[in-house]
């Protein structure tokens, strides 16, 4: 008489899937950190023209493991850290002449996101958990 009892065996590998899986999940992770960071920025950013605040943006690295929040205004440097100017320098795109030495920081890009690592760990073990 025959044996009757057959095992199958089938090995599936889905590394691939899962990786992409993850890469995935850490891209839309940043892009909402991204946005929620911008703006937290935007909120915090000093206005005269607008001009500062309409330029903030973010940018999830093409890897997909960072994404910078930042604007590309050559004076947004000055206004996040402070600087020293000249006094009595006229300057004619605010039409009057310096008075102060020295430029108190009026920080808005690292408040966005350092006052708010508590919600984007949270978004990004939400998206991982999908």
Same mark, same amino acid.
């Given at each position: 008489m025959a044996d009757s009892n057959m095992t199958f065996s089938i090995a599936v590998d889905n590394t691939d899937k899962v990786g992409q899986e993850l890469?995935?999940?850490?891209?839309?992770?940043?892009?909402?950190?991204? $946005? =929620?960071?911008? #703006?937290y920025a935007k909120i915090n950013c000093?206005?005269?023209?607008?001009?500062?605040?309409?330029?903030?943006?973010?940018?999830?690295?093409?890897? $997909? =493991?960072?994404? #910078?929040?930042?604007s590309a205004?050559?004076?947004?440097?000055?206004?996040e850290l402070g600087h020293i100017q000249e006094?009595?320098?006229?300057?004619?795109?605010?039409g009057r002449r310096l008075k102060n030495e020295f430029v108190k920081p009026r920080p808005y890009l690292r408040p966005a996101v350092e006052n708010h690592l508590?919600?984007?760990?949270?978004?990004?073990?939400?998206?991982?958990?999908?």
């Open positions: 890469i995935d999940a850490c891209r839309r992770a940043l892009e909402i950190c991204g $946005g =929620k960071a911008e #703006t000093p206005v005269r023209t607008g001009n500062l605040r309409n330029s903030i943006t973010h940018e999830v690295a093409d890897d $997909g =493991k960072s994404v #910078t929040v930042g205004t050559s004076y947004a440097p000055f206004v006094v009595g320098r006229y300057v004619p795109a605010i508590t919600e984007y760990k949270s978004i990004i073990e939400n998206e991982l958990k999908k």
